[in-house]
């Protein structure tokens, strides 16, 4: 079984019995956090808090093995390419320069440069393992109850329920469909030339389009003869109650936001933390 | 109905009297979860969250599913699926329940149960029940009051199963009598209302007794068809995914070239991934395939594909092409046949599959039996000598089941190898002589089909049924049951081409 991106699997912890509301409030409050500030003390705060509730959720590294690839690929392609396109840029954000030492006469390494880029690391850094958290210990449906409950229509929530319900079943889909065509002469391994392997891949796309669309017909059928969308409104039967633990949970990362945009107006009096001066 | 005229109340209203189980339980799932499929109405109906669960768990508990409620589609079996759906519409307290063909996605012994469940609740909840279906012997297992048979848009009768069983209505439409029906006629009897006909079990055996008798004495010795080579065998595969569980496991087997051989099994048997393991989609841990003599250890998907093509369950997962033509060209094409080589063989594949009218047409016109031969068209141009179907009828009406089991005869008899994978025990007796059947990844049986359905040992483990052939003869007193079923798929044969 090799379907387990967006796999949502139930488990009996803290962060699993929370409501899908509390999760999404909490994931935009500690976003906002960190992307408003470039302080990096808070901000790594929150990058090992990330992965302390990580740790707690048990969520299985196979789970998210891939998306951690490409999150690291991606973060060193950020890392470096800033660097290459305004190596200067930290410079002129805090003002001073202290060279560490030099490449070339464009690319000075400079401790100011080098704060900045780490920031913006850890930034993206701790943010993406929250958006993975609440991806895979949020029940889909019960994600949509929580949506419409924050004013969502509930025919938008649902539908994304849905798709994120029906993610692995493409995923298995496509599997199966691969298999088929290559024994009909379908070629993707890595012996074909790109342009034609994409060509292939083509091909596999549109029969999964087309039982993607018989699924999507069926199962909007069984739908509106169950009467979805007779109501302006309807009721969730996988609403979770909120409890103790949920406001304290939004309360903490409330206090959390509102903490480091104090830092930033009273303390910096910027968005920048300058230890420089 | 209830006196309103069907044309004024709208969808939804009509959902609170009439609760409809749809016949693919498997893509009508909405929920995430047992308890949430089943609640979806509710949810609709903007009923309180509270008492939601407390019905929810009433009509789970109605259909055995009460401690199940959170588990997952994938977790469940087509029966139970079927059942949620069921649970599903009974939450409306509806006053009319109708099955769209309830039998169609079942192995037989699940479909037994399914009409228990549909008789009880009938019986119990005091309920009106119509059940469409062209599984006529399977439904009369319980009681049913009256059978509508409907031809053409028009009624063609309505009367009761024993007055049914007892025309020729059935057979002049060309639908299938219960077997022991058919059996009875052959004999010779003259079955009428009052022998009750309408189930084996009520049947007047004195009155039929003499003549079934008789009529199985009478038959002549048969001629044994000439002996034929290995085309495809195996010797001891097996084949794991995971260290913890064997999906396959010595598994041997020889099929003769021209046969035509059924793999059934229930479901997570081992019979798609048999199929697989065939094809070479996966690779065999141990032991060896063999084709026609020569081991197949080392040959690659694409070439194994020249000899076996394999055809999907649902033409929509193979149909990459919008135009017939290019459909069928496409396996060609991608090998690099040249183009005017292609012109010739595509018109072949197309004239076999009865397709030659619409080579010009694109797909999407095609009713879903004619996307069906598209995808066997498209393999049959790659010239195989074997042809695997995952379950070439699951989920089609009567008229497009005969349809493609007739074309695949056809085909079978031009000399294509043919295996498919199916759980009906109809297309196994009457369309395949050769029968493997597949449990918890062993093979528990290898035989004729008639061996297989007159074995109440295999029979039970692979979910199958005994035909009620054999139980006709059982009670008419017929020593040699078995011969006598086998007597009947023969003489039957003979009646056809006659």
């Not at chain 1, 007779?230 to 939004?250: G, I, Q, V």
């Not at chain 2, 097996?238 to 010595?250: A, G, H, N, P, V």
């Not at chain 2, 033409?315 to 396996?331: F, R, S, T």
């Amino acid at each position: 079984m090799k379907n387990k991106l967006f796999d949502y699997v139930e488990r009996d912890n803290f962060i699993f019995r929370l409501s899908g509301l509390t999760k999404i409030i909490c994931f935009f409050c500690l976003t906002f956090a960190v992307m408003l500030s470039y302080d990096i003390r808070p901000i790594l705060c929150v990058f090992v808090f990330s992965f302390v509730v990580l740790h707690i959720s048990e969520i299985k590294l196979s789970q998210i093995r891939l998306m951690l690839y490409y999150t690291m690929v991606f973060l060193l392609l950020n890392f470096i390419l800033t660097f290459l396109f305004s190596p200067q840029y930290g410079v002129q954000i805090y003002g001073t320069k202290h060279v560490l030492f030099q490449i070339t006469e464009r690319y000075v390494v400079t401790q100011e440069q080098l704060l900045y880029q780490i920031t913006k690391l850890v930034k993206y850094a701790s943010v993406i393992p929250l958006g993975m958290l609440f991806l895979l210990t949020t029940n889909p449906s019960e994600f949509a109850a929580s949506l419409s409950s924050i004013g969502v229509s509930y025919k938008a929530s649902y539908a994304l329920a849905l798709t994120l319900r029906y993610f692995p079943d493409m995923i298995r889909d496509y599997n199966d469909i691969a298999l088929a065509q290559q024994s009909r002469g379908l070629d993707l391994s890595k012996k074909e030339k790109l342009g034609v392997r994409l060509k292939n891949i083509m091909n596999i796309c549109v029969p999964l389009i087309f039982s993607t669309m018989d699924r999507i017909e069926v199962i909007s059928n069984a739908m509106d003869l169950r009467g979805f969308g007779k109501h302006k409104k309807r009721t969730w039967y996988a609403k979770k109650p909120l409890r103790k633990a949920d406001y304290l949970s939004m309360l903490f990362c409330a206090a959390v936001f509102a903490l480091t945009i104090c830092i930033s107006v009273f303390i910096n009096h910027s968005r920048f933390w300058n230890p420089f001066i | 109905m209830r006196g309103r005229r069907r044309r004024t109340a709208n969808i939804f209203e009509l959902s609170k009297k009439v609760g409809t189980v749809l016949q693919d339980s498997d893509g009508q799932f909405i929920g995430l979860t047992v308890g949430e499929d089943i609640a979806f109405t509710l949810e609709n109906d903007c009923e309180e969250q509270g008492r939601m669960k407390e019905v929810v768990q009433n009509v789970a508990d109605i259909v055995d599913m009460g401690t199940l409620l959170n588990s997952s589609p994938f977790e469940l079996s087509g029966g139970q699926k079927q059942r949620v759906a069921f649970a599903g519409v009974m939450v409306n307290d509806v006053e009319i329940l109708l099955f769209d063909e309830p039998l169609a996605n079942l192995d037989p012994a699940t479909g037994k149960t399914a009409i228990d469940l549909i008789d009880r609740i009938q019986k119990q909840y005091q309920k009106t029940v119509v059940i469409i279906e062209h599984r006529l012997e399977d439904v009369l297992y319980r009681d049913v009051d009256r059978i509508i048979v409907v031809s053409d848009g028009r009624i063609a009768a309505d009367m009761t199963p024993d007055e049914l069983i007892s025309s020729d209505i059935l057979i002049n439409l060309g639908i299938r009598e219960p077997l022991y029906a058919t059996a009875l006629k052959y004999a010779g009897v003259r079955v009428t209302p009052d022998m009750h006909p309408g189930h084996l079990a009520t049947l007047d055996m004195e009155r039929v007794r003499e003549p079934l008798q008789k009529w199985f004495q009478s038959r002549k010795p048969r001629g044994t068809a000439p002996e034929q080579e290995d085309i495809l065998s195996a010797e001891h595969l097996s084949f794991q995914y995971t260290k913890k569980r064997k999906i396959l496991q010595d598994i041997n087997f020889h099929i003769k070239a021209g046969e035509m051989v059924s793999i059934v099994g229930t479901n997570g048997a081992g019979k798609s991934t048999l199929a697989k393991v065939i094809c070479g989609f996966v690779h065999e841990d141990e032991g060896a395939l063999y084709f026609e003599g020569e081991s197949m250890a080392d040959w690659t998907i694409k070439e194994r594909s020249q000899k076996i093509g394999y055809v999907m369950q649902n033409p929509n997962q193979m149909i990459c092409k919008p135009m017939i033509y290019d459909e069928v060209a496409l396996g060609l094409r991608l090998r690099g046949t040249p183009e005017e080589e292609i012109g010739p063989k595509v018109e072949k594949a197309l004239k076999i599959c009865g397709l030659a009218p619409f080579r010009k047409w694109p797909v999407s016109a095609l009713s879903f039996g004619q996307k069906k031969r598209v995808t066997i068209a498209s393999i049959l141009v790659l010239d195989p000598k074997v042809l695997i179907l995952d379950e070439p009828t699951a989920g089609q009406d009567y008229r497009h089941y005969t349809e493609i089991m007739e074309f695949l005869k056809g085909l079978n008899a031009q000399g294509v190898t043919i295996l498919m994978i199916t759980h009906d025990m109809h297309l196994m007796l009457e369309y395949t002589p050769h029968a493997i059947v597949i449990s918890d990844g062993k093979k528990i049986g290898d035989s004729t089909a008639v061996d297989i359905l007159t074995d109440e040992e295999i029979a039970g483990r692979a979910n199958l049924k005994i035909t009620s052939l054999y139980e006709l003869a059982k009670m008419a007193g017929i020593d040699d049951a078995r011969g006598f079923v086998q007597y009947f798929i023969d003489y039957e044969r003979e009646v056809h081409r006659g």
